[in-house]
């Protein structure tokens, strides 16, 4: 039996395709990579892909070859570029299901070469430039040797240069100028080694968001996409929608006299006599619990109520006060019902990380519901 239906995440393709549209107003003209890497930031990757197909982005970005396989097997068929360091065993397949590869460096470059003469296949590749990020890719102040070694490699055709920014988030930092600056020096040299340029890409939320010079040919939003945006403030540029909701189900009942405690540790006692109802959702969820004793709330018939005592690998109790709940009861534990909202910024506050962290880190086999409405 599949306790899995107890919990469930809604998708509302209408807030998705709002978002894309409220992003293109900050890059009119440009590309759009729509970045579906860690299932979707948790939204789940083939529906959240086709969604943004449906409306036209130009581009997919994942993080690991197996999720590009995993779109092509679902029949999707537009771009998608591997941002991530594809190992030189994984190249064959990529090839075969036409995915676009990240090329890191001139070590990179020779092991792709070596992995792909058995197949005879070209390899449509993006040069990946470390422009101050310092995760991967080649430094940006000697990546002329690197051009050169990939325009001669017979085996790419090369279809893109890009960069990822290190401060975005902080609108006005100078630092983000300084890594325009560094890949404007790059891409000089690319024109000046081959007579042309590639596409060129730079530009995450943050970028997309407050430095404009960032855009050059592509722009590559993730997180704004779900509704997330990077900073508070953004929301005077943006006017963004929550795309994710996540449900729960009451499982069990039952009546407290003021003083009994509930849960691991004898974290929270009664202050009255009151009801209690367990749910059926926890850290093993992707529910963390350090949300424990934050005086987070869920929404139950409209109404909001606190979660009480620690939050457990698969359970969470919530005092629902004076109302007994029936069991199966519905429980938004991120999403809108009536007039109250638990948004999944407040959530990433009170565990002290990144909305994305919260929605990437729901449990993949949490069923996920495309909805759209026209
Ligand atoms: C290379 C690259 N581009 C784009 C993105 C999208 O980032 P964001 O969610 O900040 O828009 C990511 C995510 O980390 C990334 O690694």
């Known amino acids: 039996m599949d306790h899995s239906h107890h919990t469930s995440i809604t998708i509302d393709l209408n807030a998705l395709r ?7 107003k ?17 939204h789940g990757l083939v529906g959240a892909a086709k969604g943004l197909v449906s409306e036209g982005v130009d581009y997919l970005g994942v993080i690991y070859p197996e999720e590009g396989i ?68 080649s430094a940006w102040h000697s990546s002329g040797a690197f051009i050169s070694e990939t325009l001669s490699a017979d085996f790419v055709e ?9 401060c975005a988030d902080l609108p006005g930092d100078s630092f983000s100028s ?26 995450a939320s943050g970028g997309i968001l407050h ?10 939003p993730g997180h704004l996409l779900y509704g997330v945006l990077p900073d508070t403030g953004a929301d005077q ?42 749910i059926a959702l926890g850290y093993g969820d992707g529910y963390s619990r350090k949300l424990t004793g934050k005086g987070v709330r869920v929404i139950v018939n409209g109404q909001s109520m606190p979660i009480v005592g620690s939050v457990c690998m698969d359970q969470i109790m919530i005092d629902t006060g004076e109302t007994p709940l029936a069991i199966g009861t519905q429980v938004v534990v991120i999403g809108k019902e009536g007039n109250h909202e638990v948004h999944v910024h407040e959530l990433a506050d009170l565990q002290a990380t990144v909305p994305d962290d919260v929605l990437s880190g729901l449990n993949w086999h949490i069923p996920r519901t495309f909805l759209k409405t026209t």
């Not at 929608?241 to 407290?256: D, E």
Request: charged residues 25%; glycine residues 8%; hydrophobic residues 40%.
């Open 18 to 24: 709002h978002n894309l549209k409220e992003i293109r």
């Open 26 to 42: 900050l890059a009119p003209g440009k590309k759009v990579m729509g970045i579906v890497k860690k299932n979707a930031y948790g």
């Open 70 to 137: 995993t779109l092509r097997e679902a029949g999707v068929t537009c771009p998608i570029l591997v941002l991530g360091a594809t190992l030189p065993e994984d190249l064959p397949q990529c090839l075969e299901h036409d995915l676009e590869l990240a090329i890191l460096s001139i070590d990179h470059l020779h092991e792709m070469e070596k992995a792909v003469s058995a197949t005879k296949l070209k390899a449509k590749v993006h040069l990946k430039i470390d422009t101050g990020m310092g995760r991967i890719g």
């Open 158 to 166: 090369i279809k893109g240069i890009f960069t990822h920014l290190a």
């Open 178 to 203: 300084e890594q325009v600056r560094r890949f404007e020096i790059v891409l000089k040299q690319f024109e000046d080694l081959a007579g042309w340029r590639p596409m060129a890409h730079m530009a």
């Open 211 to 220: 430095y404009p010079e960032t855009h050059f040919d592509m722009i590559r």
């Open 237 to 278: 540029i943006l006017d963004l929608q929550p795309v994710l909701s996540l449900y729960t189900k009451v499982v069990f009942v039952k009546k407290i006299k003021k003083g009994e405690t509930v849960g691991y540790g004898n974290k929270w006692a009664a202050p009255k006599d009151t009801h209690i109802a367990t």
